[in-house]
T-cell receptor, first 112, second 112 residues
């Protein structure tokens, strides 16, 4: 079945640094969603991507829909302590319905 | 606009019992999906309801069931609880296509 891989699995960065993470799939997706989850809470939608090559920003976050449609990238600029959490990518299993497959997540820690 | 709400937030049950979890989607959203999140398996899709009909189903045993009401509110039921059912159960709502999906805070179920 469809699987998503995320790298890195975890990362430790200094406050103020930029962060890059990516998500790859064994199959083509028509939508990519990026979420952030804090401990004990539900994932919060950060960015949605719908078109190959699309680059979308949300404040300090920028995500790109890879041109092969099998990958996506998330960048965070000038990280701050509240960026700590787990970042998930997700893609739909089919073109209708909201049955999403999720990556295993990238755990981000920000050192002051 | 109010977000997705889930009740209860925390639940402790004994093996063999059954449990019902509730989810109220964002106003206007007709799709409600349920996910199970565990440290070992990550976020896994349980099922999706759209306009009171189950539209998608994940690979979970028949002990997991759900329903959706005419106001789009949804319930999930797990019968004959097992220790392995301990997890964070997340509900997400959307407009119905393979697009943005918004999560609630989750229900933390502990089976003893």
């Amino acid at each position: 079945g469809q699987q998503l891989n995320q790298s890195p699995q975890s990362m430790f960065i200094q406050e103020g640094e930029d962060v890059s993470m990516n998500c790859t799939s064994s199959s083509i997706f028509n939508t990519w969603l990026w979420y952030k989850q804090d401990p004990g809470e539900g994932p919060v939608l950060l960015i949605a991507l719908y078109k190959a090559g699309e680059l979308t920003s949300n404040g300090r976050l920028t995500a790109q829909f890879g041109i092969t449609r099998k990958d996506s990238f998330l960048n965070i600029s000038a990280s701050i302590p509240s960026d700590v959490g787990i970042y998930f990518c997700a893609g739909p299993k089919d073109n209708y319905g909201q049955n999403f497959v999720f990556g295993p997540g990238t755990r981000l820690s920000v050192l002051p | 606009k109010a977000g997705v709400t889930q009740t209860p937030r925390y639940l402790i049950k004994t093996r063999g019992q059954q449990v019902t979890l509730s989810c109220s989607p964002i106003s206007g959203h007709r799709s409600v999906s349920w996910y199970q999140q565990t440290p070992g398996q990550g976020l896994q899709f349980l099922f999706e309801y759209f306009s009171e009909t189950q539209r998608n189903k994940g690979n979970f045993p028949g002990r997991f069931s759900g329903r959706q009401f005419s106001n789009s509110r949804s319930e999930m039921n797990v019968s004959t609880l097992e220790l392995g059912d301990s997890a964070l159960y997340l509900c997400a709502s959307g407009t119905g296509g393979a697009g943005e999906q918004y999560f609630g805070p989750g229900t933390r179920l502990t089976v003893t």
